[in-house]
């Protein structure tokens, strides 16, 4: 396959996809809130009480 071939059926594909994707939901929005929801937890595990310390679990 020359190469003027090969390009030309990747642009087309490439554009095809292109297509594809724009009807899809936008990213951003879910980026965002997983973004926030990692916040939020990262600020819940800085504001717990640090548990006792020294004490080991022991079996019988």
Do not use: K, Y
């Amino acid at each position: 396959m020359h190469a003027d071939i090969h390009l030309r059926l990747h642009e087309l594909r490439a554009e095809e996809l292109r297509t594809e994707a724009a009807c899809h939901a936008p990213r951003e929005r879910i980026r965002t809130q997983l973004g926030w929801a990692l916040v939020e937890l990262g600020l819940r595990l800085l504001c717990q009480q640090p548990g006792r310390t020294g004490h080991t679990a022991r079996l019988a």
